[in-house]
């Protein structure tokens, strides 16, 4: 039996992971910690809270006190690092909170990992270091050596924690590796994002906001499948290794917003077209033969099965969804959708 320590499980990849992990290894504790920002939502782990071998505690990866106390008491085998701030609209906003959670507790987690028994660290990151591709070169993708050319301060504080994990293992030994996957969806994931906030504009009938003109290409995969992707590094993995994680599934923004109003059985007059962007970054598309060939993972999700699963999901869980667009997330939505565009999305 091995404790493992997740962070930032009450977020949508991180919960998925929790959820995902109980199931396949129920053997093993979970340990998870989250801050619980705006992001993060109790409700995602409230089916596991009584489970004897999962624990929940509210802290931030950035109090060292904290983190090292709890280390000292629960002595992790492993650690998994979800924790972010991961809206990349948030980050143009305001970067500072960007460098703090994803630079500074990303240091802080692997300095207890050091203090406590060199303990194996896993850093969850994102195909958003590389930068971006032409929409014109499909021939183009990204590999585990393409240089990192980000775009975004959230993309920007991404590449700078993978740069300090890579500079741990160099430095101290610790056996860490890095998977960087493409855009995910699926279950608990918070409605800010494309596809949840599509599918719940769909379901209340009201206006679907597309930057630009929608043409931004995205590689998108089943949140199960990157768990078990990341489980898969952290048993088997090479230490000191990064692993790209994508299933081949490019999609234009537009094409996804169309298929949901489709599947929805809505009508296209929804789609409003809203500025772009800064800097939005035009197609993102994984190369994932490494950890095909190393580790034998394959995405076992097709878009078409994952797409009707993630729709029933949010059919079936309205309530979840509904709490969170009606609070303070409501305030943020009518800042970035509502007065700039004169919409009222909402
Ligand atoms: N969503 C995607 O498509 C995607 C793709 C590739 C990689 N990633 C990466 O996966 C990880 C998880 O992404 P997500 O989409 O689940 O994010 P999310 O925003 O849904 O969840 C992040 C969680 O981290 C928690 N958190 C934030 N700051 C914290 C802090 N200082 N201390 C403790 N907890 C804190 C939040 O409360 C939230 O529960 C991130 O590191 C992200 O960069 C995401």
Not at 268 to 280: A, F, P, Q
Not at 286 to 315: S, V
């Amino acid at each position: 039996m091995s404790t493992i320590i997740v962070t930032g499980g009450a977020g949508f990849i991180g919960g998925n992971f929790v959820h995902y992990h109980l199931k396949e290894h129920p053997e093993d504790r979970i340990v998870c910690i989250d801050k619980l920002t705006y992001a993060g939502n109790l409700s995602t782990l409230a089916s596991v809270m009584n489970n004897p071998n999962f624990r929940f505690v509210k802290l931030d990866i950035c109090d060292r006190e904290g983190i090292f106390k709890l280390f000292e008491e629960e002595k992790p085998d492993v650690v998994i690092n979800f924790a972010a701030e991961s809206h990349v609209d948030r980050s143009i906003e305001d970067p500072g909170i960007f460098l703090q959670t994803n630079i500074m507790g990303t240091a802080t987690m692997m300095d207890a990992c050091r203090e406590y028994g060199n303990i194996r660290y896993h850093q969850v990151s994102t195909d958003e270091v590389y930068g971006d591709l032409p929409l014109d070169r499909p021939d183009l993708f990204f590999t585990e050596t393409t240089p990192i050319h980000t775009s975004s301060p959230y993309s920007s504080s991404k590449a700078g924690a993978d740069l300090l994990v890579m500079a741990y293992f160099r430095t101290y030994g610790l056996p860490v590796t890095i998977s960087r996957c493409s855009n995910n969806y699926g279950p608990y994931h918070f409605p800010e994002k494309l596809i949840p906030l599509m599918i719940a504009n769909c379901l209340n009938d009201k206006p679907l906001p597309v930057y630009g003109e929608g043409k931004n290409v995205r590689d998108w995969l089943y949140v199960e499948d990157h768990c078990k992707a990341i489980d898969l590094i952290v048993r088997n993995g090479s230490v000191g290794e990064v692993y790209n994680v994508g299933g081949h599934n490019e999609m234009a923004n537009i094409d996804i917003v169309k298929l949901i109003i489709k599947e929805l059985g809505k009508d296209e007059s929804l789609i409003t077209y809203v500025t772009d962007r800064k800097g939005h970054d035009l197609r993102y598309a994984i190369d994932p033969t490494k950890i095909h060939n190393e580790l034998g993972w394959l995405p076992e999700t097709k878009f078409a099965d994952g797409i009707k699963k993630t729709i029933k999901w949010y059919l079936d869980n309205r309530s979840w969804w509904e709490e969170i667009i009606s609070g303070e997330y409501q305030k943020y939505y009518d800042k970035m959708y509502g007065d700039s565009n004169n919409g009222d999305y909402l």
